[in-house]
C-alpha cells in the first residue's frame, strides 16, 4: 500500500511516465525469447529511480543458462540513468562502475543518458548466478534503482515480474 502510495505520487510529480508500465505485472510485454538461438532481449525501462516500475529489487529478470541477453534500455525520465550489472553479493556501491560480466553496461554509465536516449547491451550468461542490474549514477542504486538478473539452471524460457 505505502509502495502504491508512492509510485501513485511519482506519476502526479512526472505526468509523462507510462503508467501502464508502471503497473503491468507480466512483463511479457517487455520480454522476447528466440530458444534457437538461447537469446533474451529484454525492453530496461527506466523511470524515476525505478526500472519497469520496480525498485529495491522487487522485481527479477529470470533466464535460462548461458543465455545470450540482449537489454535494450531506455530512458523514460527527465533525470539521466544508466544500466549496468553488478554481483548480487554484497552491499549496492554508491558509485558502482565495474561490471560483473564484459560489456554488460550502457554508454555513460556513471553520468547517465539524457531523457529517451537509448542504449543496448549485449552479453552472455554463465551457467549460473546472481546479478543485479543496477543504475550506475552515483547514489541511485543505493536510493533504490536496481532490479534482480537470476540465472535459473532449469529455466527453458526467461521470466520477468515480482521477486519470489
Ligand atoms: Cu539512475
Redesign the pocket.
Known amino acids: 500500500m505505502i509502495a502504491t502510495l508512492f509510485l501513485t505520487t511519482l506519476l502526479a510529480l512526472f505526468p509523462g511516465t507510462d503508467a501502464a508500465h508502471v503497473f503491468s505485472a507480466t512483463g511479457d510485454e517487455w520480454l522476447s525469447y528466440d530458444a534457437s538461438t538461447n537469446t533474451v532481449t529484454f525492453e530496461l525501462i ?1 523511470s524515476p ?1 525505478t526500472f519497469n516500475g520496480y525498485r529495491n529489487g522487487e522485481a527479477t529478470l529470470l533466464v535460462p543458462p548461458k543465455a545470450n541477453i540482449v537489454i535494450n534500455f531506455v530512458n523514460k525520465d527527465g ?4 544500466a549496468l550489472l553488478i554481483s548480487g553479493d554484497g552491499p549496492i556501491p554508491s558509485s558502482p562502475s565495474d561490471p560483473a560480466i564484459p560489456r554488460a553496461y550502457t554508454n555513460k554509465a556513471m553520468e ?1 543518458l539524457p531523457q529517451e536516449a537509448t542504449d543496448v547491451m549485449r552479453f552472455p550468461v554463465p551457467i549460473s548466478g546472481t546479478y543485479r542490474i543496477v ?1 550506475g ?1 552515483p547514489g ?1 542504486g543505493l536510493s533504490g ?1 536496481w532490479i534482480w538478473l537470476k540465472i535459473d539452471p532449469t529455466a527453458k524460457q526467461p521470466a520477468f515480474g515480482p521477486t519470489k
Not at 533525470?79 to 544508466?82: A, E, L
Open positions: 527506466a529511480f533525470t539521466p540513468h544508466s547517465g543504475c549514477v541511485h534503482m
